[in-house]
């Protein structure tokens, strides 16, 4: 993949639709996942508490890769890393299709944490560089690429469900498209350079650490609507079939909507109330769906829990993106795992309470996250 030769006089637009295929790839891997987390529960006959252990060898895999991620990005610069990355992520697709028991499993999803937060990571640099060329909020536009490719994953997930297509032979074939796209998209990003030869970690600053936390209780709620969204609407809403991912289609149709229209909006009313609407929407969604846990009602709250999480990631990377202390990729690198790891915590977290207790209880507690959203973003200074 290296042997390509990067195209130097490309406009900012080439760069911007590399980037953007590149989050859309990314997206698509992790919907393809987590659109096959129930058929896969039932293929390895995990109990919810079961699962919820499994899930946590994810947030695992991306606390393995903190210090190597920041690190390795300011030596090979944040290409070279978003390719091999990205050709590593689907592969580990694939071999979750393949494991056939608990502990393959773990295995699996330890490599695909892993190389989900050095995508992470490179793919944001990629996008704080293309948005200092346009002089202009666009990170959120990104964001929404990477939501509508979790739209399309969750659309194609439901077909192969629906054509009762085993997760190896899906996961295979889009482990094929992404490599296809990488081949012919890598060589118009941006060809950075090595810019450190310092230590492995730095430790954020306070504003950094005040960014990531913000996101890290978003991303508490995001990841659980990945991952615990169907068995929700199956288990608490006890929706029929052919309805079990409406509630995760509704979710990802308002999270890739509110992503596109998010810079204007944060432009017109500022990051802060931004934030704080953010969250506030997001706590109001889940309680709904904890409440009238029936097939509209709950549609209508997963529809703006997509809404309230739309813009608090993008909007905390493009500012963590403009650190004064750190290079773009080291301030994204810190603030991202910080975030990123609640995406990851959140899904575990919920099978152990609704181990303990019940789904609604879990999603009970994940609406406490998004009211912290609101709280921390009143106190932080931004």
């Known amino acids: 993949m290296e042997a390509i030769t990067p195209v130097y006089n490309f406009s900012r637009t080439t760069l911007r639709m590399a980037v953007g295929a590149m989050f859309f790839m990314a997206g698509i891997c992790f919907a393809s996942w987590a659109s096959r987390i129930a058929t896969i529960q039932q293929n390895l006959n995990l109990s919810d508490a079961g699962l919820g252990g499994v899930l946590f060898a994810l947030p695992v895999g991306l606390m393995c890769s903190l210090p190597f991620s920041g690190w390795i990005i300011t030596r090979i610069g944040s290409r070279k890393l978003l390719i091999s990355a990205l050709v590593v992520y689907s592969l580990s697709l694939v071999s979750l299709g393949i494991a056939q028991n608990a502990v393959q499993l773990i295995a699996c999803l330890l490599l695909f944490g892993f190389s989900s937060n050095a ?35 969750a659309a194609i997930g439901t077909f192969m469900i629906g054509k009762q297509v ?21 060589r118009y990003l941006k060809n950075d350079k090595p810019t450190s030869t310092g230590p492995v970690f730095v430790m954020p600053d306070n504003s950094l650490i005040k960014l990531g936390l913000i996101a890290f209780c978003s991303m508490i709620c995001e990841g659980a609507m990945f991952d615990w969204s169907v068995i929700y609407f199956k288990k608490v809403v006890l929706a029929q079939s052919a309805l079990m991912g409406a509630g995760y289609t509704a979710f990802m149709f308002t999270m890739a909507t509110g992503r596109f229209v998010a810079d204007k909006f944060a432009h017109r009313f500022g990051l802060k109330r931004t934030l704080q609407i953010s969250g506030m929407l997001t706590a109001t969604g889940l309680l709904i769906a904890v409440a009238f846990p029936y097939i509209y009602t709950a549609i209508f709250g997963f529809l703006l829990v997509g809404f309230g999480v739309s813009s608090v990631v993008p909007l905390v990377y493009s500012a963590a993106g403009k650190s004064k202390t750190m290079s773009p990729g080291v301030a994204l690198a810190a603030v991202s795992t910080i975030s990123f790891a609640g995406f990851l915590i959140g899904p575990p977290v919920i099978g152990f309470v609704a181990g303990i207790a019940t789904l609604k209880a879990s999603f009970t507690l994940i609406a406490v996250m998004g009211l912290c959203v609101t709280i921390f973003a009143t106190k932080a200074k931004i």
């Not at 793919?123 to 739209?151: C, D, K, M």
């Not at 295979?172 to 796209?181: G, P, T």
């Open 166 to 186: 085993i997760p190896f032979k899906h996961f295979s074939l889009i482990m094929a498209l992404v490599i296809v796209v990488v081949i012919f998209t890598s």
């Open 119 to 153: 995508v992470n990571i490179a793919v944001n640099t990629q996008a704080v560089a293309a948005e200092e060329l346009y002089q202009r909020p666009i990170l959120a536009s990104f964001h929404g690429l990477w939501s509508l490719a979790g739209f399309t994953g």
